[in-house]
């Protein structure tokens, strides 16, 4: 099992900047894959960005490229996302994930794991 704790959320201007953070523990050898996914009310969860943990590879959503950066700290076991010029529509319950197999994984169904989710307001 792999326990994954995020925290960073909280209420911001658009145009501002937020950095969340997930701590995982557990077995977490096992887990190849860490990503963010995120849930506006009334929407399915979505991709945001995903980091294989040995090899440092990212893939974002289009949405975000060039705004958000993910990005882990080994000795830490902690996964970032970093978030730059927030939109309104950026409002949404951010969700990190970690996945046993190892790639650019953009599908929900793909990760093992959940965290309880942090709360990401922006307001316009």
């Known amino acids: 099992q792999v326990q994954l704790v995020e925290s960073g959320g909280g209420l911001v201007q658009a145009g501002g900047s937020l950095r969340l953070s997930c701590v995982a523990s557990?077995?977490?050898?096992?887990?190849?894959?860490m990503g963010w996914f995120r849930q506006a009310p009334g929407k399915e969860r979505e991709f945001v960005a995903c980091?294989?943990?040995?090899?440092?590879?990212?893939r974002y959503a289009d949405s975000v490229k060039g705004r958000f950066a993910i990005s882990r700290d080994w000795a830490k076991n902690t996964l970032y996302l970093q978030m730059n010029s927030l939109k309104s529509e950026d409002t949404a319950v951010y969700y990190c994930g970690a996945a046993l197999a190892y790639g650019l994984l953009s599908g929900r169904h793909e990760y093992d794991y959940w965290g309880q989710g942090t709360q990401v307001t922006v307001s316009s």
């Open positions: 980091i294989t943990w040995s090899g440092g590879n990212t």
């Open positions: 557990g077995r977490t050898f096992s887990r190849n894959t």
